[in-house]
């Protein structure tokens, strides 16, 4: 059974950062892609970036240059460093693992961003 766990999430001031963490546990034969999603009140759940078993990245056009994500394979965790939040940003951050072609999802992180 596979495991996904995210951390790091809650209320933070416009202009400020988070950093998010997720650590991934059980059954992991081969973790093909890591990553993080995000779902807004009223919208629909986008990806916010991804990164692959090689580390290659997959960055929401939008969020490049503020958004860095992360990972360490020893420790089976993927990270997200969010920097100069805007109340937009205010979502559910879920971590998801493809593993061997299984989608696995966290629980969900809320982050707020407001004054």
């Known amino acids: 059974q596979v495991q996904l766990v995210e951390s790091g999430g809650g209320l933070v001031q416009p202009g400020g950062s988070l950093r998010l963490s997720c650590t991934i546990s059980?059954?992991?034969?081969?973790?093909?892609?890591m990553g993080w999603y995000r779902q807004a009140p009223g919208k629909q759940r986008e990806l916010v970036a991804s990164i692959s078993s090689d580390g290659r990245t997959n960055d929401r056009d939008s969020l490049k240059g503020r958004f860095t994500i992360s990972k360490d394979n020893a420790k089976n965790t993927v990270d997200l460093q969010m920097n100069s939040l805007p109340p937009e940003d205010t979502a559910v951050y879920s971590c998801?693992?493809?593993?061997?072609?299984?989608?696995?999802w966290g629980q969900g992180t809320q982050v707020t961003v407001s004054s």
């Open positions: 059980g059954n992991i034969f081969s973790i093909y892609v």
């Open positions: 998801y693992a493809n593993i061997v072609g299984v989608a696995y």
